[in-house]
């Protein structure tokens, strides 16, 4: 994945040109999707769409939901299309019922992709959560961002891609969010997993609490760099 274009604080990403990173991959091996039917590339043309990697769990994810929730409420009616891509980390987090559980409590109405099988993740070649993908309404990956942080860079990126589609309503205003509720969206369960017990602190190969899924990596916490503090990733590692 190439590197993020640089923007400047306080400029707007009409100025900036964003590369085209590869075509929007397919997410034909979701095993099941809620809140809507299966969504495929060639469907999604003429639409901007965010692709949102996720595990109901991930505190990171959770600070961001408030700011997806609010993109996808704004933005729906100006041509975007957010869908969020459910990749479990642990080994109960494969569980269908409490994953639409997580979706009907915590307020997510956009299409969200089960991709228990890890196969949507392999076809963005994806590391993290969360991570977030743009598309422009030609089905071009536009921009990517690993982690917590740049939500102003990340609306700026939709307001750039639903003007080049021709939308003439999304504006440059962006959204306020109260992001010290995002944590507060986890109350409905009782959330006992590495990730939340270690905080931010880095912690290595990590598995699930039934031991590590077969074929799949171990995962440990980076912090992201930049000028964001206190926010991080979780990124797929091998194990020892």
């Given at each position: 994945?190439?590197?993020?274009?640089?923007?400047?604080?306080?400029?707007?990403?009409?100025?900036?040109?964003?590369?085209?990173?590869?075509?929007?991959?397919?997410?034909?091996?979701?095993?099941?999707?809620?809140?809507?039917p299966p969504l495929t590339p060639a469907?999604?043309?003429?639409?901007?769409?965010?692709?949102?990697?996720?595990?109901?769990?991930?505190?990171?994810?959770?600070?961001?939901?408030?700011?997806?929730?609010?993109?996808?409420?704004?933005?729906?009616?100006?041509?975007?299309?957010?869908?969020?891509?459910?990749?479990?980390?642990?080994?109960?987090?494969?569980?269908?019922?409490?994953?639409?559980?997580?979706?009907?409590?915590?307020?997510?109405?956009?299409?969200?992709?089960?991709?228990?099988?890890?196969?949507?993740?392999?076809?963005?070649?994806?590391?993290?959560?969360?991570?977030?993908?743009?598309?422009?309404?030609?089905?071009?990956?536009?921009?990517?961002?690993?982690?917590?942080?740049?939500?102003?860079?990340?609306?700026?990126?939709?307001?750039?891609?639903?003007?080049?589609?021709?939308?003439?309503?999304?504006?440059?205003?962006?959204?306020?969010?109260?992001?010290?509720?995002?944590?507060?969206?986890?109350?409905?369960?009782?959330?006992?997993?590495?990730?939340?017990?270690?905080?931010?602190?880095?912690?290595?190969?990590?598995?699930?609490?039934?031991?590590?899924?077969?074929?799949?990596?171990?995962?440990?916490?980076?912090?992201?760099?930049?000028?964001?503090?206190?926010?991080?990733?979780?990124?797929?590692?091998?194990?020892?």
């Amino acid at each position: 994945m190439k590197p993020h274009w640089p923007v400047l604080a306080g400029l707007h990403t009409a100025s900036v040109q964003l590369p085209v990173e590869g075509e929007l991959p397919s997410f034909g091996g979701a095993t099941r999707w809620l809140n809507s039917p299966p969504l495929t590339p060639a469907g999604l043309r003429g639409r901007v769409v965010l692709v949102g990697f996720w595990t109901y769990t991930c505190i990171n994810w959770l600070r961001q939901l408030p700011y997806l929730r609010a993109w996808a409420g704004k933005y729906s009616g100006q041509g975007l299309v957010v869908v969020g891509v459910h990749t479990p980390e642990f080994a109960f987090e494969h569980n269908v019922d409490d994953v639409s559980r997580a979706v009907r409590e915590m307020r997510i109405d956009y299409p969200v992709a089960i991709d228990n099988v890890y196969a949507v993740w392999s076809a963005f070649d994806n590391h993290y959560w969360p991570a977030i993908y743009f598309a422009d309404a030609g089905g071009l990956i536009r921009h990517h961002h690993f982690g917590e942080g740049e939500y102003r860079q990340s609306e700026m990126v939709i307001q750039q891609l639903l003007a080049e589609a021709g939308s003439d309503g999304a504006g440059h205003e962006l959204v306020s969010v109260d992001a010290s509720g995002a944590e507060a969206a986890a109350d409905w369960a009782t959330l006992r997993s590495p990730e939340n017990y270690t905080g931010h602190e880095r912690t290595e190969n990590f598995a699930s609490p039934g031991g590590a899924v077969p074929g799949k990596p171990r995962r440990s916490r980076h912090s992201i760099t930049g000028p964001f503090p206190g926010t991080g990733r979780w990124r797929n590692r091998p194990p020892p």
